[in-house]
């Protein structure tokens, strides 16, 4: 571990992998740093001759070819808070079995709204435009959730083969949702 004082409130730490396993730091979702921070943060402190009380910390987590790279911005706390750690909000999408599994869904349920279907990476997924899709899906497609980079990703780089949406127009003065006709892009 390597600690250096940039300036008067912004300290860098270096960790290498045996540091974040010693502290109990990990970049998985599942992992809870609480604990290993305090460590830390104590071992900074008694380092570097930093007095903990009345002092709030943003700390950024950079990963590195052989550990991580924390840099630690030490301010004064306006008002006491423990720890936040900002979770990713994870976004689902439908991994069909094969294409006949999808060909099978398209046909069964033409009339579902707001999907899109992609072939990425030799699979064929199904993206809802809405947060749930329908229950009958999981007979076709696994449920797998993705952070909302992945469906970037996906989206971006995968071949749209399918696009439904459902719109709304007026008609007579009232407004009536339409489904639009299926369309094919690139092929399928």
Same mark, same amino acid.
């Given at each position: 571990?390597?600690?250096? +004082?940039?300036? #008067?409130?912004t +300290?860098?730490v270096?960790? &290498?992998?045996e540091d974040?396993c010693a502290?109990?730091?990990?970049?998985?979702?599942?992992?809870?740093?609480?604990?290993?921070l #305090? !460590?830390?943060?104590y %071992?900074i402190g008694?380092? &570097?001759?930093?007095? %903990?009380k009345? $002092?709030?910390?943003?700390i950024?987590?950079l990963?590195? $070819?052989?550990? &991580?790279?924390l840099i630690?911005?030490v301010? !004064?706390? !306006?008002?006491?808070r423990k720890f936040r750690v900002?979770?990713r909000?994870?976004?689902?999408?439908?991994i069909?079995?094969d294409?006949?599994a999808?060909?099978d869904?398209?046909q069964r349920?033409?009339y579902e709204?707001g999907?899109?279907i992609?072939?990425?990476?030799?699979?064929y997924i199904?993206i809802p435009s809405?947060?749930?899709?329908?229950?009958?899906?999981?007979?076709?497609?696994?449920r797998r959730?993705v952070?909302?980079?992945m469906?970037?990703h996906?989206r971006?780089?995968g071949?749209?083969?399918?696009? #439904?949406e459902?719109?709304?127009r %007026?008609?007579g003065?009232?407004?009536v949702?339409?489904?639009?006709?299926?369309?094919r892009h690139?092929g399928?």
């Amino acid at each position: 571990m390597t600690i250096e +004082i940039l300036n #008067k409130g912004t +300290i860098l730490v270096s960790l &290498c992998a045996e540091d974040m396993c010693a502290y109990s730091l990990s970049f998985d979702e599942d992992s809870d740093p609480e604990l290993g921070l #305090k !460590k830390l943060l104590y %071992h900074i402190g008694e380092s &570097c001759g930093l007095d %903990h009380k009345g $002092k709030s910390y943003l700390i950024e987590a950079l990963p590195s $070819k052989s550990g &991580c790279l924390l840099i630690i911005t030490v301010r !004064k706390a !306006k008002y006491r808070r423990k720890f936040r750690v900002k979770r990713r909000q994870l976004l689902d999408l439908y991994i069909f079995f094969d294409s006949d599994a999808m060909l099978d869904y398209i046909q069964r349920y033409p009339y579902e709204s707001g999907y899109s279907i992609y072939r990425y990476q030799s699979r064929y997924i199904l993206i809802p435009s809405r947060s749930s899709a329908p229950g009958e899906l999981l007979e076709y497609a696994e449920r797998r959730p993705v952070s909302a980079a992945m469906l970037a990703h996906i989206r971006e780089f995968g071949r749209l083969l399918w696009e #439904k949406e459902l719109q709304r127009r %007026h008609v007579g003065g009232r407004t009536v949702a339409v489904r639009d006709a299926a369309s094919r892009h690139g092929g399928g």
